[in-house]
């Protein structure tokens, strides 16, 4: 770290930086970056919904080939993460601005980045490529038809990876300039792309529930609509990003070498980052691991008479996607614009900046995560209902969904006490945190792979909630000794707080659920998706209501502070 001075802060210093400081927060300028990042989420996730439901109907959530296909294209994600994410997520941006204060605006260091990085990429995608058979071997647990087919869509999906580290190497660039759009906004084009690849699929193929799709049947044109689309899409997001970052005007051009450029810093630090992401990805295959035991042992309870339903990969995965989104949609874009101040409060050496934003930004964020909460706990069997091809899939679906709902709050309290570590350059810290989580997260799993089949995945979704919680405790106890008290007490009281106006939130959107039969196997939200999305409208605005009117009556102002100058900015244009 820059600086390990310990020595506290007032409270009311950690809450509400100081006015005159020049490197606290800057609200207006925050809000308006972090409502264009969210805008283009919540669009890019909306999409994104709309794409997965017509997977579900192409697939199925709960049939033969849907956890196959799931396998095989988390795969690309997966081992993006594990050996380049987080270099590209996490270091390069503090370096950025540092070469950005150079004379040529950092130019020189950012073609030599992205000729590096191109090439690394391209060798790293080759060589994954012609290892798919050993690598799906190794992360799944399905055999025989089941894994010729799994090989055959990692074949197609592989190739994502050099476009995954494009598409952020390129987004990090432009966020480190100061243009945050453009990176959130192009996966806009990927769900677009997908979109229409499924709907032709259906249209050409069948869906789920007229054809029963199963390996036996599959045919290679079903695995160029499905897996082809997806990786084209994929391909797409990346090159968009190209044509802001010209508008930079940085003259960008190939330009091999290193020396002299301080890419050999980013080098070492990328190192213990390598280390750090295969560790925690490595995770994350461990559990897709056990999620497939689930998987093979499908097409037996589906054969019974009758046929018995169970949770697999592919409900994990609809589920961990919908939990998401209020990290993705809101915590993910404050965190972003947060980062750069963080980075920069380090690179002044000035602790209490670093303070400052920390404890604004959780508490900002516990306002839309809890309330994301609520409203995945209210509504888990409508939304199950979105993501499946029969009521009885939607009611797994939402049973993954609830208990996933109760860690959504702790995932972006984790990620942003993370973000203060890489951006001080402190790159070992989280690399001793993710060993001690993932010795967690692995013991976790194999207890949830003992049980019966049927719960193996629901009890996955319960290792996932607990394990967030445990990551908040570690991260803060570590990050408490690298910087001292940053208002934890503060922040704590107001997430006590937001959690009393999500219960009670929850609970009149609940009233809402059970009125339209949402607890009656015959009721009028199972009956079909559009019904499923009446009762999703209906009840999240009484929900919304009912945890904003919470919040005024606990006196909690942090979302005032966050819309505030947005909503001014909106009156001023207005005007």
Known sequence: MSETNTASIPLQDAGQPARDDPSAPRSGSMARSSAIMAAGTLVSRILGLVRVALLATAIGASGQVSDLFTSANNLPNFIYLMLAGGVFNAVLVPQIIRASR???????????????????????????????PVIVGLTTSVTGANLALTTAFAYWCLPQIFFYGMYAVTGQILNANGSFGPYMWAPVVNNVVSIAFLAVFIVLMGSEQSERHSPDTWTSAQTLLLAGGTTLGIVIQALVLFLPLKRLRLGLRPKFGIRGTGLGRTGRLASVTIITMLVGNGLYLVNQRVATIASEARPRLLAQDPPVQIAGLTNLEFGAMVYQLPHSV?????????????????????????????????????VATVFGAAALLAFAGPLGMLFSESAESAATNGVIIALLAVGAPFLSANFFLNRVFYASEDVRTPLKIQLILSVVGVVLALAAGMFDPRLIVPMLAVAY?????????????????????????????????????????ALA???VSWAFGGYDAGGFVWQSKLNAVVVLAMGGIVLSVVYLAMLRLLRITELSQILGPLLARFRRSGA
């Open 102 to 132: 150079q004379p040529d605006r950092g130019a020189d260091y950012v073609s030599r980045l992205l000729t590096l990085a191109a090439a690394a990429l391209l060798v790293l995608t080759v060589l994954v490529t012609l290892a798919a």
């Open 465 to 505: 909630s607990l394990g967030n919680a445990i990551a908040v405790v570690v991260s803060h106890a570590f990050l408490t000794r690298a910087i001292g008290p940053y208002g934890a007490g503060h922040v704590f009281d107001v997430h006590v707080r937001l959690v009393i106006a999500g219960i009670v939130a």
């Open 330 to 366: 809101i915590a993910l874009s404050l965190a972003t614009v947060m980062f750069n101040q963080l980075s920069s409060a380090h690179a002044d050496n000035n602790l209490a900046a670093v303070r400052a934003t920390l404890s604004h930004g959780l508490r900002i964020i516990g």
């Open 509 to 511: 959107g609940t009233a």
